[in-house]
């Protein structure tokens, strides 16, 4: 989506903001979302689903669960659910382990298991409001499971935390792996997100599975930049989870996470909506001007503008100290590397010292100059740097 100039739409909360999408399911329902709200939309999928139709571990718990008679049945997913009767109806066992299903105490970790299980005339004994698979290991643990058959549908992942745990209670646990995630065969997009978060360039990523974050870190790890990317998880790119399952591997290593009250897309959009403005703008006045800095764009007086990523490093730069000097070295430093590197093919002059890194950030306040379209705001303080022309007592400086 490209961010074009105009009056900022208050229909468009996230106009300015890029926002990273690392679902393999459900990825344009999301991006959908997102882009309606003004944001600029980043898809990198970090996992791919496996369905398991011909996998022989499949049929073997299949066949475990009619072999003798569950106490209980554990639905984690809809869609694994619904993919297990499915693959079931392929091998002439569907009635069967509905039938099967249908004497057994079944719990459903949330709505769209729910709503999986009473499609078929079936009825949950029990649900948790959180939607949490703790929750559902809480409760079980609460009732005798001693020699209790447990079938455990998995979602992507073994659960080792809670199966082992309800075979320490003394339960047969069946584990049903409906299908399997797996890392995309092509990474180069989810490498480019994590580049790109930790430039700065992206301002928030999106996670819908606990497997997705583990891709996203293995792939970070794998170019060196896993401690960088946390860092920035930390500091300046907001990660948006669909819940705290999805959400553990992160807040494990300190990273602050938007999460909605209820585990849907939609919620996690709302979610983003109000705290992505919070979390990646800055509101300024300048020369009687209004100006609040987004993610790749400003609102400049009501009205949107998109700035390159090189004049807005600037413009942050200058921001961080409204009404200061900044030096020209100091803004070097924080243009992108490849700004300054396509400025050492200028000549040298002044006896020969190299003009190329002063040269680049000329270039860059020129463009931010252009791309404001407002005179005064960038000011040149000669042999200096420069500054945004506004008093530092009125920001709090």
Known sequence: MTIQAGVLNNSEPLSGFAVGVTAARRHEELAALLERRGARVVHAPAIRLMPLQDDAELLHATEECLHRPLDFAVVTTGIGFR????????WGLRDALVERLG???????GPKA????????????WSPESESCDEVLKYLLGLDLE??????????EPLPEFTDTLRSRGAEVIEVPVYRWSRTDDSTPLRRLVGQAVAGTVDAITFTSSP???ATLAVAAEDGLEDALIEALRTHVVAACVGPVTAFALTERGVP??????????????????????????RLHVRDHALELRGHAVVL????????PAPMAILRALARRPGHVVSRAELCGVLPSRVVAAGSAWSSRDHGRPQADEHAVEMAVARLRR?????GIVETVVKRGYRLACDPVREGI
């Open 83 to 90: 993919a297990w009767l499915e693959t079931a109806d392929g």
């Open 103 to 109: 004497q057994v105490k079944i719990m459903a970790r």
């Open 114 to 125: 729910r709503g999986a299980i009473r499609s078929v005339g079936l009825q949950e004994e």
């Open 147 to 156: 020699g209790t058959r447990i079938a455990v549908q998995l979602y992507g």
């Open 212 to 214: 997705a974050v583990s």
């Open 257 to 282: 996470t938007v999460q909605p009250e209820r585990a849907r897309i939609g919620a996690l959009v709302r979610a983003l909506v109000e705290n992505l403005p919070i979390r990646r703008s800055r």
């Open 301 to 308: 007086d009501g009205q949107l503008k998109p700035i390159a």
């Open 371 to 375: 791309g404001l379209g407002r005179t």
